[in-house]
């Protein structure tokens, strides 16, 4: 028996919010928030992150701070420009919006709460489909740092890891949409935008963007999202 | 061909400078120190640290801050009493100054630098002979973080993930020391005490100090510790 308690990464993101209410709603989690202000270049997410948390009854939010921007390396940490008007941002390689090694950081950071508190699991809502072929966004990528939760823990010596749970990783955009809409997700509290302007408008041409409203094209749902064009 | 640059973990512990050492010398990598403050109990680790990268010729040193303290789960951040003057301390279980999956953080952001400045190496102390049952510190957990490093970053994918290297892995305390000499390493500047006095002063009983104490013995080069007892 497990503890019925988990840890969520929650950025303020579509997915990340689908896959906080997936704990909470339909594995009954006790689910304590993490969300990381890491130096991304625009702070909205993490306000973002806070109104998701509190319409998602989760028992605890915490914003961790990280400076991932002096570490550098990406475009979404301020290294370089953000690609736009891309036609497929599945296909052509892993984009300059890749923050190196940065589900790592934060599933280490999971694991870390999750053991200290005897968590059951870690809940992140990583997307092998509708997704920019991010390495850390992948099945073997997370198999793998299962294995280190089992081995580099306490918890795991003892048996109770706790499980790293994608719930979404399979899911197309307009599935994943699907199900937010089921679970009550509010959905006009989510941003997707790499790159939306002061007043927190999406741009309507990033990567981010361009996922999403396919995925609200393919689930047939309104998209509450205001884009600047 | 590797870039020749490396990411070395320093605590200002013996084993991290040493492996410090190994890294400069006798591998001849440009070396990139990381030093977290996460909330020890006591800062003069950074400090030591400090000391060690000015005196161990690497090339930058950076601190960062982490607060693992309020995750809690461990008598090195503040949660119950660190343990004196036990017999042995490599039997007997994990001790409470494991700090849940630790070195997985650390790796986790040392991996995040190595990728971002194209670094060839990660380098890290770890021990698993004379040390205190810390799974983190086993071959298999470095084994299954190496993965994580292979599968979750963009440099993994083009087939030049950072290697984790491990020198002391299999060194009892007695030979890390005589390769300390060798290496030139100032032991003076090392410090390896759980719980140190305000002056800087090893406690001597912690299991830390018991084995540094047992390590000098071994490899019959005097200890220029200041003990408290």
Chains 1, 2 share one sequence.
């Not at 006790?30 to 109104?51: K, S």
């Not at 998602?56 to 979404?76: P, Q, R, T, Y």
Request: aromatic content about 6%; overall charge negative.
């Amino acid at each position: 028996m497990g503890s019925g308690k988990a840890i969520v990464l929650l950025s303020g993101g579509l997915d990340s919010a689908t896959c906080c209410a997936w704990a909470v709603v339909r594995d009954g989690c006790e689910v304590t928030a993490l969300t990381f202000a890491y130096g991304q270049r625009h702070r909205l997410e993490v306000e973002r992150a806070a109104a998701l948390a509190r319409s998602l009854g989760v028992v605890e939010h915490h914003v961790i701070k990280l400076d991932l921007a002096s570490v550098g390396g990406s475009a979404l940490t301020g290294e370089g420009k953000i690609p736009h008007g891309r036609e497929d941002p599945t296909s052509g390689g892993i984009p300059p919006t890749y923050v190196p090694a940065r589900n790592t950081v934060f599933l280490a950071h999971a694991l870390a709460w999750a053991e200290a508190r005897g968590m059951e699991a870690i809940y992140i809502g990583v997307n092998c489909v509708d997704f920019s072929g991010y390495p850390d966004c992948r099945p073997e990528f997370i198999s793998a740092f299962q294995e280190v939760a089992r081995l580099g823990t306490k918890a795991g010596v003892e048996g109770r890891a706790p499980e790293i749970r994608t719930p979404l990783l399979y899911l197309s955009k307009g599935e994943i949409i699907r199900h937010a809409v089921q679970l009550g997700v509010d959905l006009s509290l989510t941003l997707s935008c790499y790159e939306p302007d002061p007043s927190g408008r999406a741009c309507g041409s990033c990567d981010s963007c361009i996922l999403r409203r396919r995925g609200f094209e393919e689930a047939g749902i309104p998209d509450p999202t205001e884009y600047v064009r």
